[in-house]
């Protein structure tokens, strides 16, 4: 057992817990939906905090994903004291379900046209700041809870190196200042190439073969093409794997750590993302104390605040 640190355990039951003691200071609420770049968003990513959602309009995440089960998943746990903004409302029947097992009211939710919504919170007085997932290009920066360009630094796989813990050895290559084709590659299989601010997974590739190579370079030139990538990592493959976990934790404006539990991964032997069993207190997460204290520490130097999952 690690007795150098001493985290304690969320004992709340919902988000707005988590975060309430962070958000006396001002009028909050939360956006539910991560942004996109499809052509059916209102509001695209398209300027400086890119999301890889798709190299093609036709292989981009759907509204359903990005406007409905991401956003009602978050509003299922989110409470009543943080005020949700959702672009599509939830089925009556669902919410009704999520009353009956989670007994908040969800008298709190506030549903906003989605072809208005970040105009319409940006100039409203309702709200101070707005608590996102991921930085929005249209949500003006004084608008965020936390700064867009602190939010996507920590987001970029290409800071993976700068927190402070043991992780893969990889290179990162900036796509305007290096041509992809003079990038020099391992020259054995397996290893990773990585989009740096991937939704759910998409731009990563695990190359096992030329085939795979060719598949992923292809994927990056078109992200190229549209101009939503700027930087890519290459890195080595974890080989001998014993398990797969997801961490997740809260660091408040005051650095100080909440523990909220650990996600056994599954994935498929080719490394796709099947889901995760959730057995949180039976999972000894002081083997992970260390790497929380570091990531934790260097969040809160940035000056973020919210949950953190590695």
């Given at each position: 057992?690690?007795?150098?640190?001493?985290?304690?355990?969320?004992?709340?039951?919902?988000?707005?817990d988590?975060?309430?003691p962070?958000?006396?200071?001002?009028?909050?609420?939360?956006?539910?939906?991560?942004?996109?770049?499809?052509?059916?968003?209102?509001?695209?990513?398209?300027?400086k905090?890119?999301?890889?959602?798709?190299?093609?309009?036709?292989?981009?995440?759907?509204?359903?994903?990005?406007?409905?089960?991401?956003?009602?998943?978050?509003?299922?746990v989110?409470?009543?004291?943080?005020?949700?903004?959702?672009?599509?409302?939830?089925?009556?029947?669902?919410?009704?379900y999520?009353?009956?097992?989670?007994?908040?009211?969800?008298?709190?939710?506030?549903?906003?046209?989605?072809?208005?919504?970040?105009?319409?919170?940006?100039r409203?007085d309702?709200?101070?700041?707005?608590?996102?997932?991921?930085?929005?290009?249209?949500?003006?920066?004084?608008k965020?809870?936390?700064?867009p360009?602190?939010?996507?630094?920590?987001?970029?796989?290409?800071?993976?190196?700068?927190?402070?813990?043991?992780?893969?050895?990889?290179?990162?290559?900036?796509?305007?200042?290096?041509?992809?084709?003079?990038?020099?590659?391992?020259?054995?299989?397996?290893?990773?190439?990585?989009?740096?601010?991937g939704?759910?997974?998409?731009?990563?590739?695990?190359?096992?073969s030329?085939?795979?190579?060719?598949?992923?370079?292809?994927?990056?030139?078109?992200?190229?093409?549209?101009?939503?990538?700027?930087?890519?990592?290459?890195?080595?493959?974890?080989?001998?794997?014993?398990?797969?976990?997801?961490?997740?934790?809260?660091?408040?404006?005051?650095?100080?750590?909440?523990l909220?539990?650990?996600?056994?991964?599954?994935?498929?032997?080719?490394?796709?993302?099947l889901?995760?069993?959730?057995?949180?207190?039976?999972?000894?997460?002081?083997?992970?104390?260390?790497?929380?204290?570091?990531?934790?520490?260097?969040?809160?130097?940035q000056?973020?605040?919210?949950?953190?999952?590695?």
């Amino acid at each position: 057992m690690n007795s150098t640190y001493d985290f304690p355990y969320f004992q709340g039951n919902s988000l707005s817990d988590l975060f309430a003691p962070d958000i006396t200071d001002a009028r909050y609420a939360f956006i539910l939906n991560y942004p996109a770049t499809a052509s059916w968003a209102a509001y695209p990513n398209r300027e400086k905090y890119f999301i890889q959602d798709g190299s093609s309009e036709a292989t981009k995440t759907s509204f359903d994903k990005i406007g409905q089960k991401e956003p009602w998943k978050n509003l299922a746990v989110l409470g009543d004291a943080i005020p949700g903004i959702v672009i599509n409302s939830p089925p009556n029947s669902l919410i009704d379900y999520w009353r009956e097992h989670f007994d908040f009211s969800y008298s709190s939710m506030e549903m906003i046209d989605c072809s208005t919504y970040l105009e319409d919170l940006g100039r409203s007085d309702r709200f101070d700041k707005l608590i996102t997932l991921f930085p929005f290009d249209n949500l003006k920066p004084e608008k965020h809870a936390v700064h867009p360009d602190i939010h996507y630094h920590l987001l970029s796989k290409a800071t993976l190196a700068e927190l402070g813990v043991q992780c893969p050895k990889y290179q990162t290559y900036n796509l305007h200042e290096v041509n992809l084709e003079s990038i020099e590659l391992p020259e054995q299989f397996p290893y990773l190439i990585k989009a740096s601010h991937g939704l759910s997974g998409e731009g990563t590739y695990i190359i096992k073969s030329a085939s795979d190579l060719n598949y992923c370079l292809q994927e990056v030139r078109k992200y190229l093409d549209i101009k939503l990538l700027d930087t890519i990592i290459v890195s080595e493959f974890v080989k001998n794997e014993v398990q797969n976990y997801c961490v997740q934790f809260y660091v408040s404006k005051t650095g100080n750590i909440r523990l909220i539990g650990t996600t056994t991964q599954l994935v498929t032997p080719e490394g796709s993302y099947l889901g995760g069993l959730i057995h949180y207190r039976e999972t000894d997460m002081s083997r992970f104390f260390e790497m929380i204290a570091a990531i934790g520490k260097y969040a809160h130097q940035q000056g973020y605040f919210g949950v953190i999952g590695f």
